[in-house]
């Protein structure tokens, strides 16, 4: 698909010599106007184009909150207040920024949980899944180094706790959170250096979601029968047909984010950050960001502190091997029966982790009370044990096997077949032209 | 060239391969100034050091005072805490060494050794848990001297649940060494400087 020629024909005499200098309207024609696209793709395949847009948002308010912020431990609490209170429109652009990064998560799961469903990472898109593995993880740092820099208590305690994990590296722990934090704790030089980074890192994802999506040219898209286009009769140009699909959820998904803006702007943030910083104690309780409550679960479930450190990196790191775990060479959610159900367990497991995430570690889970110490509860704890086991288990255990043991549903001869088996069922048995 | 020459290791072979190690080693050369400025400059290396006066810290009383930017717990404790911390058996200890920057690395974690002879009263320790470095809060934990419903001394960190008795060692929770004691000194009999 690569190769796919353009029907680019430059119409004047100035786009004609700009085209024999720079092709660059022969590109645009040929890989986004005219790309050939499964004519089946369904809505979840408009996550990739709100993600887009998401990241262009952050970009944008990000980099018109830096005129007004300070990045200075005196400073940046009460200029960020600044931002509320005295700038035009601050208070409109820092909670597009700072629920936009909600966004921005929630859209890139239901991303990654469409490529799991649907087998998108399978062979030939190992590499395509692999680098959007890689943004992500390049995303979680971004937003952990962003959610510093307004230097409240959860600001300074949450990259206190996170930038300690490096300290249970044997030998050179030390040594290295020392470096990171520039001194002897989170200070001065690691809030200078966070935003230095923060500033960084979104273009360096720009850079990584270019390489994204020419792999995803170079193999095409996957689909939801997760069978390969066989012809020209599967596809359907991307614009209109795909232009105007996305355009239209983006809408709705940019409702779903003015709702958050408007009318609950703090709800997915903790009071407590609304407290500047103070290094000298810690909140009764501190937990990260919703989107991050799942691997702080993990971290937890382990008792020894290194362990916890690289249970918490292996499982997302897990994701760039998820490709050769899956054993089973039938791509699509769809036709796999058994796979199915193991999949939707896998995602109410990653939302009990999350849940787990979010409690004390000694209390009922679902509930501020403390359990009995040396007795069996059902604690945040040993919720999050139970769930962390699991989840290991679904990427180390039930998918290699499952590929083996399941028989799968016969796949249709195509995606037209299928489509048309949707719509006229007895036309399924009309054999393709 | 003929190609004989051409198959086995010439000259010019030889030049490659030394300008590209002369290129690559200064090429790592030229990264450490760029990793060496994230460590600690000139002026955090400069506050070294802290005094404080132990006479105002009544029995059973700590404050918190902050050294490089962390708090330090200093607590002068009741005859029951030190008591408490002496009956402890060192194979109790999840820790077993001292983390008492005054002393040799191999020491045991004894009470004696977490504190200054013929001072025992008084605790000097970092308030950093060692597992991801919370303040633990104190006269909190299952290791504290418990009187009727009052707690004396023992911490316990609010983050992930790690429990310190009353001589700031580890005993429960996922933390893996005692709370650190730093290097301090005593100028006159209730005077001491931390750094």
């Known amino acids: 698909m690569s190769g796919h020629a353009s029907n680019y024909q430059p119409k004047s005499a100035f786009a004609k010599w700009f085209h024999e200098r720079l092709p660059i309207m022969d590109m645009v024609q040929g890989q986004a106007l005219d790309f050939p696209t499964p004519k089946n793709l369904n809505y979840f395949w408009t996550f990739g184009g709100i993600l887009a847009v998401m990241l262009v948002i952050q970009i944008i308010t990000g980099v018109v909150l830096v005129m007004h912020y300070t990045p200075h431990v005196d400073m940046a609490f009460n200029s960020v207040e600044h931002i509320m209170r005295d700038v035009n429109s601050g208070w409109l652009l820092r909670y597009m920024h700072a629920n936009g990064a909600s966004m921005f998560f929630i859209a890139v799961y239901i991303h990654m949980f469409r490529g799991m469903y649907y087998g998108s990472y399978k062979a030939p898109r190992e590499v395509l899944w692999m680098i959007g593995v890689l943004i992500y993880l390049v995303m979680m740092a971004t937003a952990f180094m962003g959610y510093v820099l307004p230097w409240g208590q959860m600001s300074f305690w949450g990259a206190k706790v996170i930038t300690n994990l490096f300290s249970a590296i044997p030998f050179f722990g030390e040594s290295i959170t020392t470096l990171l934090w520039g001194g002897y704790s989170v200070d001065n030089p690691t809030l200078n250096r966070f935003f230095s980074l923060h500033f960084l890192l979104p273009f360096v994802i720009a850079g990584l979601v270019i390489l994204h999506i020419w792999a995803l040219h170079v193999v095409g898209n996957n689909n939801p029968t997760g069978v390969s286009v066989k012809g020209p009769q599967d596809t359907v140009p991307f614009s209109p047909y795909y232009t105007v699909k996305d355009a239209f959820a983006i809408v709705i998904f940019l409702m779903f984010f003015a709702l958050w803006v408007f009318f609950a702007p703090n709800y997915l943030g903790h009071a407590v950050n609304y407290q500047e910083a103070n290094p000298l104690v810690t909140p009764a309780h501190i937990v990260p960001e919703w989107y991050f409550l799942p691997f702080y679960a993990i971290l937890r479930a382990i008792p020894d502190k290194l362990g916890g450190v690289i249970a918490m990196f292996a499982s997302i790191l897990i994701l760039f091997v998820l490709p050769w775990l899956d054993t089973s060479k039938v791509r699509s959610g769809n036709y796999r029966p058994i796979f199915r159900q193991f999949f939707w367990l896998f995602a109410i497991n990653c939302v009990i982790l999350g849940f787990a995430g979010s409690g004390a570690p000694d209390s009922y889970f679902m509930s501020h009370e403390a359990a009995p110490p040396d007795q069996w509860a059902l604690t945040y704890k040993l919720v999050g044990q139970i769930a962390t086991a699991y989840y290991f288990a679904h990427f180390l255990v039930i998918l290699p096997l499952l590929g083996l043991l399941e028989t799968p549903k016969p796949l249709p001869a195509s995606i037209s077949d299928a489509v048309l088996a949707e719509s006229h069922p007895s036309a399924a048995a009309v054999p393709a032209e | ?195």
């Open chain 2, 1 to 195: 060239m003929s190609t004989a020459e051409h198959a086995e290791t010439n000259r010019r072979d030889f030049l490659y391969i030394a300008t590209g190690s002369v290129a690559a080693v200064g090429a790592a050369l030229a990264v450490w100034p760029f990793i060496n400025q994230m460590n600690p400059d000139a002026s955090v290396l400069a506050l070294a050091s802290v005094e404080v006066d132990l006479a105002p810290i009544a029995e059973g009383q700590e404050i918190t005072i902050k050294w490089r930017g962390n708090p330090v717990f200093v607590r002068h404790r009741l005859p029951a805490e030190i008591e408490a911390a002496n009956k402890v058996a060192l194979s109790d200890l999840k820790d077993p060494l001292a983390r008492n920057a005054n002393l040799s690395d191999g020491d045991p974690a004894t009470d004696a050794n977490r504190v200054v002879g013929g001072k025992e009263q008084y605790l000097v320790m970092m308030g950093v848990c060692t597992h991801l470095g919370c303040v633990p809060i104190g006269n909190e934990g299952e290791y504290a001297v418990v009187e009727g419903n009052v707690r004396h001394g023992g911490w316990f960190c609010p983050c992930h649940g790690s429990n310190y008795d009353t001589a700031g060692r580890i005993r429960k929770g996922p933390a893996p060494e005692n709370l650190h004691i730093p290097q301090y000194a005593y100028l006159s009999d209730s005077k001491i400087r931390i750094g």
